[in-house]
């Protein structure tokens, strides 16, 4: 059976990093131009790269979706993905709406999770407390947030991120309900109507 591509948007402040970390799911990680924040690993958080070394992934088609966000540019390596699918595994991509909505395009298969913080004054808070952005850049994540929250509706799914144990579970059943839509399972019908 084919794995499963899930999408998980939200506004910067969301928690979407903790909550795609602790999924047990094939998680794919992203190229950035953006700078390394001191707590990030390459190859962990991030493959950090120049912007001419994006450019020439991205020409060369080596990147499923991309988008600049905040000044700097993000995109999801290709290869990785088409394995992990081919393998039937379920693969995150966390990436911000604009890349989302590209992927749905052209993979209307994919699921898309938005994910929120119960309220806006509650994501203020935690850009705040997070504390590794100047206070520019909140503003600038904040405004961002505001625009990105006006599509919730192009998504298949809100998640509203109050506790993180709740918030992970209601992935999961989203997860496991989508298998089971008659489209995935179709291989699994197929073969029982082979054994009778
Ligand atoms: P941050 O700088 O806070 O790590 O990420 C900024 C935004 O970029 C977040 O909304 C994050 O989900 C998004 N993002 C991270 N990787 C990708 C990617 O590969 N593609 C796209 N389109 N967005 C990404």
């Known amino acids: 059976?084919?794995?499963?591509?899930?999408?998980?948007?939200?506004?910067?402040?969301?928690?979407?990093?903790?909550?795609?970390?602790n999924l047990n799911y094939s998680l794919s990680i992203s190229v950035t131009t953006r700078k390394k924040r001191p707590t990030e690993q390459h190859g962990v958080d991030y493959f950090f790269c120049t912007e001419e070394e994006f450019?020439?992934?991205?020409?060369?088609?080596?990147?499923?979706?991309?988008?600049?966000y905040v000044?700097?540019?993000?995109?999801?390596p290709r290869k990785y993905v088409e394995d992990q699918i081919d393998q039937g595994k379920v693969v995150v991509l966390e990436i911000e709406v604009n890349g989302a909505l590209q992927v749905k395009e052209k993979f209307p298969e994919a699921v898309l999770i938005f994910l929120v913080p119960p309220t806006i004054h509650e994501l203020a808070r935690r850009l705040a407390f997070r504390n590794t952005e100047d206070s520019l850049e909140v503003e600038d994540r904040m405004q961002r947030a505001l625009l990105e929250v006006q599509l919730i509706d192009r998504y298949d799914y809100l998640v509203i991120n109050d506790e993180l144990d709740v918030a992970m579970t209601e992935i999961e059943t989203i997860v496991t309900a989508e298998f089971l839509k008659p489209h995935r399972s179709k291989m699994r019908i197929e073969r029982f109507t082979l054994e009778r």
């Open 1 to 21: 059976m084919k794995g499963m591509l899930v999408i998980i948007s939200g506004p910067s402040g969301s928690g979407k990093g903790t909550v795609v970390k």
């Open 55 to 68: 450019v020439y992934m991205r020409e060369n088609n080596e990147l499923l979706e991309h988008a600049a």
């Open 71 to 76: 000044g700097q540019y993000y995109g999801t």
